[in-house]
């Protein structure tokens, strides 16, 4: 490998989703840094699927258990110290939402309307994906 070439870091991650009143909602938590809104995602586990892999981080990062789509619903890529993280990104219907869960110390989580979901997240890719839920839902029967 080049010295100057990036190291590429495979990630996985989830959009956890509820409808509440016929209105989607998203979960949105803070990075570990608490200075920016993220969704739920980190580096694929070793023997483990991109979406079980997710589902982990879900649990740990926002104290969310679901169901995760098989459905790839897009990738983003971004920048991490010297490396480059892509991103795999799945969906998650949660069906609870835990008091106390791994990181409740670290970050904060929030349920909002797609509309500010995306304008709380920082990749380009990533609001595009969740801009495009409605639709996404629409086409699983959701």
């Known amino acids: 490998m080049n010295?100057?070439?990036?190291l590429f870091i495979e990630q996985s991650a989830v959009i956890p989703y509820r409808i509440v009143d016929g209105e989607i909602e998203i979960m949105v938590?803070?990075?570990s840094t608490g200075k920016r809104w993220v969704i739920p995602k980190g580096s694929v586990e070793p023997r483990m699927t991109a979406q079980n892999s997710a589902a982990k981080e879900a649990w740990e990062e926002a104290g969310l258990i679901g169901n995760v789509f098989p459905y790839l619903l897009g990738t983003y890529e971004y920048k991490k110290l010297e490396s480059i993280c892509r991103v795999e990104v799945f969906?998650?219907?949660v069906e609870?939402?835990?008091e106390v869960w791994p990181e409740d110390d670290k970050r904060k989580r929030e349920w909002?309307?797609?509309?500010?979901a995306v304008k709380r997240v920082d990749e380009p890719e990533l609001k595009q994906i969740i801009a495009n839920l409605p639709n996404i839902l629409k086409n699983l029967g959701a």
């Open 3 to 6: 010295q100057n070439s990036p």
């Open 29 to 31: 938590i803070t990075s």
């Open 91 to 93: 969906l998650l219907q």
């Open 96 to 98: 609870m939402v835990l």
């Open 112 to 116: 909002v309307s797609i509309h500010k």
